[in-house]
């Protein structure tokens, strides 16, 4: 068990990252799935919807979990907002073009592409949050880690 322990703990945002992705996945995925076919919306508004859901999800589980984010401070959590809804925002254009192109461009099934479009931005969305939205909180632990 402590093995397993130290396994996890060794790599705890990589696994963690990839089980809230994969949840963030579900909820893109399910609720797009209810836009489009319940409801019959088209792919643009179902995509757009289905978005927004998963990038409130994301951003909550990523601060909470993943990230361990320890800002605070009015203005930190607004910069923190701000910079993981643009990247979002980014990948998510990236995202709907991936779509449309699977959909109007090779005339192929929405909801395929639609999980195609996902892994893009979950791997995307990684690297911009590691690498740039929550680098801070990142070397804030690191460096109680080491103290």
Known sequence: MNKILAIFNRYR????YLFFGGA????????Y???SVALQWGPT???????????L??????????????VTDFQGLVREVWQFY?????TGVIGWLILMFGVHTLHQNDLIWNGIQ???VIISNYVLSKLYIFKEVEEAIEDKINE
């Open 13 to 16: 945002e990589s696994i963690l």
């Open 24 to 31: 963030t996945f579900v909820v893109s995925v399910v609720t």
């Open 33 to 35: 799935a209810l836009f």
């Open 45 to 55: 508004l179902s995509y757009v919807a289905s978005w927004f859901l998963a990038v």
């Open 57 to 70: 999800f994301a951003y909550l589980t990523n601060r909470i979990w993943v990230f361990r984010s320890q």
């Open 86 to 90: 643009l990247a979002r925002i980014v």
């Open 118 to 120: 996902n892994i893009f």
